[in-house]
């Protein structure tokens, strides 16, 4: 069965729907996007230091390099405050926090996951 737009979406062919979908996904991968994504919505704002405690797998330079990929998307906004030491925040466009209605979605979707025909592999085999 092929590409069946619904809704507000009807004007998409499937090879713009898929050109959609390629720069929406361009704009959320790498490894830890969507993690910090998850620790900023619902309207947080979060210092640098607590979201590198919050997500301990991280690094400084990981953790810099996917918050300034979203800010330059325009999912993040950065508040710089003029202060000694500087206190740097990060919080979601409204944009961005428009997002989490989809997000929700997927992790609904995920876990609706019928049963696999092949065994996943968990992330210590890999």
Same mark, same amino acid.
Request: charge should be positive; proline fraction near 7%.
């Given at each position: *069965?092929?590409?069946? $737009? ?7 062919? $499937?090879? =713009?729907?898929?050109?959609? &979908?390629?720069?929406?996904?361009? *704009? @959320?991968?790498?490894?830890?996007? @969507? /993690? &910090? ?17 919050? &997500?301990?797998?991280? =690094?400084? +330079? *990981? ?11 325009? &999912? /993040?906004?950065?508040? /710089?405050?003029?202060?000694? $030491? ?20 997927? @992790? ?5 996951? $019928?049963?696999? +025909? ?9």
């Amino acid at each position: *069965m092929g590409y069946i $737009p619904l809704g507000k979406h009807d004007h998409h062919t $499937p090879a =713009s729907a898929a050109s959609g &979908i390629e720069d929406a996904i361009q *704009m @959320l991968e790498g490894r830890w996007k @969507l /993690v &910090i994504l998850f620790h900023l919505f619902g309207g947080k704002k979060q210092r640098f230091s607590d979201l590198e405690r919050a &997500i301990p797998g991280i =690094s400084q +330079k *990981m953790l810099t390099q996917q918050l300034r990929q979203l800010e330059q998307d325009g &999912i /993040v906004a950065r508040i /710089v405050h003029a202060q000694v $030491p500087p206190k740097v925040e990060y919080h979601l466009t409204d944009w961005g926090q428009s997002l989490c209605p989809a997000l929700d979605e997927l @992790l609904t979707w995920a876990e609706n996951r $019928p049963t696999p +025909k092949r065994q996943r592999r968990s992330p210590r085999n890999q």
